[in-house]
């Protein structure tokens, strides 16, 4: 069997490269056929639930105050006197959202489409196992590539990857995480986005973006349990999605300076935690805990015996700005951190005019129609790699092109399907 081996995290930083071992284009052959047994059994997978699409019911997106009232944004008479009725409410900075903070200052735009429509024509309450699992694959320039994060996170073992796969490609189905994109900062707590707790502020020694928590900011008494999980939720998917340009890893920096008790959240940090390792293994190419707290001893004893081997290997405790310097340059590092990037965050609120495209019927339906073709190629060339009748250096050949195709539509599709991003409008 194929094993995955230990990774030195220090020795890939100071060599300046990637991990390329187990990736596309890097498989050795009993790399390659334990890929091909992934597919199979996906493929297998496919076929077997098409027609029985799973239900969403765990939907982060539903618990807005308009969501529960069953009120549609584009009624605009129901919209007004929901707020009227509940304007101390959504005033309250614990429960005030996004969307609330602009109505309440006069925005009335609709700031994305009031109907959510799901991809391929499912319904807004059930999705297809194998339509969720090809949006997954969307943030990828190879579906190839999203099989084997999963892959290697296993141990090249086929039976528990794909028991990955399909667990994790449920989990986004009943938390409904496409809607809670196409919402985008909608229906996130406005207290949160303002802080600015979790930034994209420059990238890593390896070219990877650098997302930067804050964990001062962090304050449960100030958000409810139903905002955080939303919130760990979109902000994971937004680096994973926002790491596409730049190899499909990101660097994740836990800043711990200023830590006191009233940060501490052990639920918050243990959500956060299983859906790194649910959703998104080997996202991250390190998780760095710069720490500068005597609080952190006690939390890092709790939270350590939660992480799974993949991050494990991947985590490392930094004490100063110049052991953080093997991972960033200091040019990159915020000046608060120690750094010499005097980046200022001041929040930018979403607008109607970003997100055009999401209003765009007819380019949708192209969009959509070009995926739909790219996807379906994909999969006869994947169907003819397994069965090998062609000559493999041929089968390769088409199949990369098949995955380019796919990597192209993916982009096209995009911002027909999802709000932009704070990081996608400065």
């Known amino acids: 069997m194929t094993t995955s081996e230990p990774i030195d995290i220090h020795a890939h930083y100071k060599k300046g490269d990637k991990q390329t071992s187990g990736t596309v284009g890097h498989l050795d052959a009993g790399q390659d056929q334990v890929l091909k047994e992934v597919w199979i059994k996906l493929l297998a997978h496919f076929e077997n639930t098409k027609d029985t699409p799973i239900k969403v019911e765990k939907s982060l997106v539903k618990n807005s105050g308009l969501a529960k009232a069953g009120i549609s944004t584009s009624d605009t008479e129901a919209v007004e006197k929901w707020y009227t009725d509940n304007t101390d409410e959504v005033k309250e900075i614990k429960n005030q959202l996004v969307c609330d903070k602009l109505y309440l200052d006069g925005n009335r735009d609709i700031i994305v489409p009031s109907t959510f429509k799901p991809l391929f024509g499912d319904s807004a309450d059930t999705r297809t196992f194998s339509n969720a699992f090809w949006q997954a694959t969307m943030r990828f320039h190879s579906p190839d590539s999203y099989v084997l994060k999963f892959v290697r996170a296993s141990g090249w073992d086929t039976d528990k990857a794909f028991a990955r796969i399909r667990s994790s490609i449920e989990r986004r189905i009943a938390q409904e995480i496409d809607r809670l994109m196409w919402e985008g900062d909608t229906t996130q707590h406005n207290g949160v986005t303002q802080n600015g707790m979790c930034l994209h502020v420059g990238n890593d020694r390896l070219g990877s973006p650098v997302f930067i928590v804050t964990v001062r900011q962090n304050s449960p008494k100030l958000r409810s349990e139903a905002n955080a999980e939303k919130l760990a939720a979109y902000a994971l998917e937004k680096a994973a999605q926002l790491s596409r340009k730049y190899g499909e890893e990101a660097l994740i920096v836990y800043d711990f300076a200023g830590f006191k008790l009233e940060n501490v959240d052990l639920g918050f940090t243990k959500l956060i935690v299983t859906t790194l390792q649910e959703l998104y293994p080997l996202t991250f190419t390190a998780t760095l805990l710069f720490v500068n707290s005597w609080l952190f001893s006690g939390f890092w004893r709790a939270i350590r015996g939660w992480l799974d081997p993949a991050i494990a290997q991947r985590t ?92 192209t539509a993916s982009a096209n599709l995009d911002p027909f399907i999802r709000a932009q991003f704070y990081d996608e409008r400065v």
Do not use: C
Request: aromatic share 10%; hydrophobic share 40%; charged share 25%.
């Open 316 to 407: 490392v405790v930094v004490k100063d700005v110049q052991t953080l310097e093997n991972f960033v340059d200091r040019s990159q590092i915020p000046v608060e951190m120690g750094g010499q990037n005097k980046y200022e965050y001041s929040y930018v609120y979403p607008t109607k005019e970003g997100n055009a495209k999401m209003f765009d019927t007819e380019g949708r339906q192209a969009a959509e129609a070009e995926f739909a073709a790219a996807v379906s190629a994909f999969v006869e060339q994947t169907k003819s790699w397994i069965d090998g009748s062609g000559p493999a250096t041929h089968d390769a050949k088409l199949r990369s092109q098949a995955a380019a195709a796919f990597d």
